[in-house]
């Protein structure tokens, strides 16, 4: 069992930045992929990035690419998102995941999952 946990949310302004964090409990952090994906209020979850186990390659969806990076400190089992330029179209609950996969641009595959940090973003 993998357990994880998101902290970093809040609400933030149309253009600012908000970076958030996710720990992962264990002791093989370093075999896993992880990701972020986010889900807003009657829509979809959906993927927004990811990052392979060894932290030499990222996905990012279209709508964040540019604006997104997701990386990782296998030193500290902690996996982050810095998010800049954010939009109003950003805001959602942002899940953190982790798993043994090697998919490219989905996190559907992702067998661990955070309870979520919730990311508001006004005008």
């Known amino acids: 069992q993998v357990q994880l946990v998101e902290s970093g949310g809040g609400l933030v302004q149309a253009g600012g930045s908000l970076r958030l964090s996710c720990v992962a409990s264990g002791r093989t952090f370093g075999s896993y992929d992880m990701g972020w994906s986010r889900q807003a209020p009657g829509k979809e979850r959906e993927f927004v990035a990811r990052?392979?186990?060894?932290?030499?390659?990222?996905y990012y969806a279209d709508s964040v690419k540019g604006r997104f990076t997701i990386s990782r400190d296998n030193t500290k089992n902690t996996v982050y998102l810095q998010m800049n330029s954010l939009k109003p179209e950003d805001t959602a609950v942002y899940y953190c995941?982790?798993?043994?996969?090697?998919?490219?641009?989905?996190?559907?595959?992702?067998?661990?999952w955070g309870k979520g940090t919730l990311v508001t973003v006004s005008n």
């Open positions: 995941a982790a798993g043994l996969g090697r998919v490219d641009y989905s996190n559907y595959d992702m067998t661990y």
């Open positions: 990052i392979r186990f060894t932290g030499r390659t990222t």
